[in-house]
């Protein structure tokens, strides 16, 4: 009796520091000490969301990890005897009280232009490089870098560079080969190798059809990638995809449409985006895309532009009862957002932000009453599955713990953990030279 006493005292003194220290910090802000690095951390009193590749109710679970990883997801009534049996036997451990708050799954953002994007009025309209804290931000912990409609002047070999920096910053990431054009640029000389030989490449993106900017590819050209998508997903183990770009031409997705009919390659190397974006003929392809067991990317609507379309496409197919697990978010970050007139002069130039998903996920949310359970699988298990990424999109034993802690109320973010860190913007950002 006297020693259990004794424990909950020395655990009560655990988690009233680190409940204190935690009030009043700003959202991505590890909690103190941070610059320790802890064997074991321990989330204690939160509640669960994205525990199971199905849309379920949220459990209330403490989330062990260590090593970068999700070592348990622990009955409450447990965890105090666990947390002291550490400290028994010497092991830095770190419980952190998340009481009341949501714990949720990283997101995973498919479609970043994280070496920048755009130059569509020119040398001096191309967007800047993505920023860590901006991705930190958004909720990001799994970034898929891609190019855009320059394929010239920004590089495969840049883009690769930078996705390798973001991994070691603590982000998982992988890339797309390509860009929107054809024949397309590749880092090896070939898609096919770039697939099987680049652990980082997916597949090749995005490749524009029926859009202005595009270089039309034939339907014969088509076949010959999606083939190679599929060939080459086969041999290195991935999945294989084409991402597709698609703009507002009246051809929509007519080629995709008579490959799927006319051959026996699998719709699921075919994936779309822009889906949402380019009024109700494409979302209806969308939605017989969908039927037909095809997967699409939304893209999350921009704040500053006052969008609606997204969130306003995913209420209907969720009303239309539509199967939700073959859609996905993104948010074109740092991609350039140019608007064009009838006659193809350019009106307006904007940038996607990454924080655009995580955004559109708390307005489902808090305005249009959907359970946190379902508008997460958006970036979070429907990508995960879809695109083959091990370790992600679950909160659950064995996964990579990509964590975020999230205020129940405004659904802000408290902490972002990825493989197991806190993250943080990196100190040379701020000093102008490099961590040790
Ligand atoms: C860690 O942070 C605390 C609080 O900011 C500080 O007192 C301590 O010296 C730091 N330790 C190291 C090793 O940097
Ligand atoms: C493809 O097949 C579907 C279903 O059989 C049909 O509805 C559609 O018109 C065909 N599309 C093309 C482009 O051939
Ligand atoms: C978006 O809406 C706000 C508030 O209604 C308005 O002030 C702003 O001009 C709008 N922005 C655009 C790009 O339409
Ligand atoms: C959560 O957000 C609400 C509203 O913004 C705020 O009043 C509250 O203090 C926050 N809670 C925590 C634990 O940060």
């Not at 005897?81 to 952190?96: E, G, H, N, Y």
């Amino acid at each position: 009796m006297n020693i259990l006493c004794l424990v909950a005292i020395i655990l009560l003194g655990y988690f009233g520091q680190d409940f204190i220290s935690n009030v009043g910090s700003s959202s991505t802000q590890a909690p103190f000490p941070f610059n320790e690095s802890y064997a074991i951390i321990v989330l204690t009193g939160g509640l669960v969301f994205g525990h199971s590749e199905y849309v379920t109710k949220p459990i209330r679970k403490d989330v062990v990890i260590s090593n970068g990883k999700i070592l348990s997801l622990m009955d409450p009534s447990r965890t105090l005897a666990f947390i002291k049996s550490m400290q028994t036997s010497q092991l830095s451990i770190l419980p952190i009280s998340v009481q009341e708050q949501y714990i949720i799954p990283g997101l995973i953002d498919v479609h970043v232009h994280a070496i920048g994007g755009g130059g569509e009025q020119g040398p001096y309209s191309r967007t800047p490089e993505s920023r860590l804290s901006e991705l930190i931000q958004g909720g990001l912990t799994t970034v898929v870098g891609l190019l855009g409609t320059d394929g010239v002047s920004r590089s495969l070999s840049a883009l690769l560079q930078k996705m390798k920096g973001l991994e070691r910053e603590g982000l998982s990431t992988w890339m797309w080969t390509g860009s929107y054009r054809i024949p397309i640029v590749t880092l090896t000389s070939s898609f096919e190798q770039d697939l099987i030989l680049i652990d980082k490449v997916l597949g090749a993106g995005e490749l524009a059809l029926s859009d202005h900017r595009s270089s039309w590819p034939s339907k014969s050209e088509l076949l010959q990638l999606i083939s190679d998508a599929r060939v080459g997903g086969m041999l290195s183990g991935k999945l294989g995809v084409i991402h597709f770009h698609l703009g507002s031409g009246a051809s929509k997705i007519d080629l995709l449409w008579q490959i799927l009919n006319e051959t026996t390659i699998p719709i699921q190397h075919m994936y779309l985006t822009h889906m949402s974006s380019r009024g109700d003929a494409l979302i209806e392809e969308a939605k017989k895309w969908i039927r037909a067991g095809g997967m699409c990317d939304f893209t999350a609507d921009s704040d500053v532009l006052n969008e609606t379309e997204t969130v306003e496409t995913l209420n209907k197919f969720r009303t239309e009862k539509l199967p939700l697990k073959q859609i996905t978010l993104s948010s074109d970050a740092y991609g350039s957002f140019p608007e064009f007139d009838s006659t193809g002069r350019l009106v307006s130039y904007g940038m996607g932000l990454p924080d655009s998903g995580f955004k559109t996920i708390q307005k489902l949310v808090l305005k249009y009453s959907w359970q946190l359970e379902e508008a997460i699988q958006f970036q979070t298990i429907n990508p995960a599955i879809y695109l083959k990424l091990p370790g992600k999109g679950l909160v659950a034993k064995d996964y990579d713990a990509d964590i975020l802690v999230l205020n129940k109320t405004d659904l802000s973010i408290r902490y972002a953990l990825s493989k197991g860190q806190f993250l943080k913007t990196p100190t040379w950002v701020k000093h102008g030279m490099f961590e040790k």
